[in-house]
Each structure stands twice: as C-alpha cells, then as structure tokens.
C-alpha cells in the first residue's frame, strides 16, 4: 500500500468514526426542553459573534434556530440537526435540518444557523409545506461579514436572512444550499 494510500485510508477512518459517533449522538433526540434551551443559547451566541444579526431578528417575523448541526464526509457527506421554529421568544414548533452531498470533501465538523423569516409569505410557506428545501421558495440571504456591511434595518428586502455561525471541526467551508427542513414532533 502506498503512502498517500494509507494517507487517505487514514483519512476515511477518522472521518468515518466522527461521523459515526456524531450522528449516533443526534441519534438519541434531544428532548424538547433541550431544544429550547439550546436555541435560545444559540441566539445569544449568534448575538454576540454578528450584532447585526440581533437588529434582524427584531424585524424577523419568526426564526428557524438550529444550535447543533454535525456535517462529515469522505467524497459522500451529510449533515444532519435539530432546532425550533421561533416566534417572538416563544417556541412554535420543532424542526429537522438534513442535507447530502458529493465531490471533494473530508472532514467533519459543527455549525449552528439561523434563518430569520422576514415576511408572512416566508412563514406562511414553511407552516404550508412543513418544511422547507433551501434554494426552493422564500428567498434566502447567507450573510456572512461582506454581506452585512452593506445591510440596514431599512434594506432588509428579503424573505429571509440565514447566519451560519459557531463552525468548530476539519472540514473547509458550509453552505445551507439544497438543505431540507422538516417539522418534527418533540
């Protein structure tokens, strides 16, 4: 066996193991009173890292808060998490965050994100659907630091704005691209 052989075998074992224990981890759903605790700490974390973020959410007509999103792969990846759908600071409903994806990729990591939901139309399209496919429906603003530079309270047009926020881990850059959003029971 060669050495870049071993090199990516390696690779794949470290991967797959990360994989395996974070999606068996998620495996155990966290309870409801977990979720909301997590995601209202998730808030004030997005806070603090993007001000910005917080004079969005007082427009924002509700907010899909996922504290915990664990993403891995070795050519093939997924990522997978769970959060609420807020309204105000009350907790409407429960929802999925589910994505695959293929090309050239190793790693794993962690990431929370927030999409707040600017208008009624965008709210109105989630409760209907029950979900949500990102890049299909309400339109979706990724804000990063280039992006909000050039945001005010007075040019949110929109429907929705998402932060990504709090990555830890191996694995280089995170998109909410072709996630799937579904509302779960909790």
Known sequence: MTQSMRFFLSIFLVTASLASASFLNTAGAATAEDLNADSRQALLTLYKTNPFSETISHKAKAALVFPNI????LVFGGSYGEGVL?????????YNSVSGSWGLQAGAQSYGYVVFLMTDNAVKYLADTKGWEIGVGPTVVLVNAGVAK???SSTLKDDAYAFIFDQQGLMVGVSIEGTKISQIKR
């Open 150 to 152: 050039n945001l005010s």
């Open 86 to 94: 807020m309204k105000g600071s009350k907790v409407e409903s429960y």
């Open 70 to 73: 664990i993403k891995a792969g």
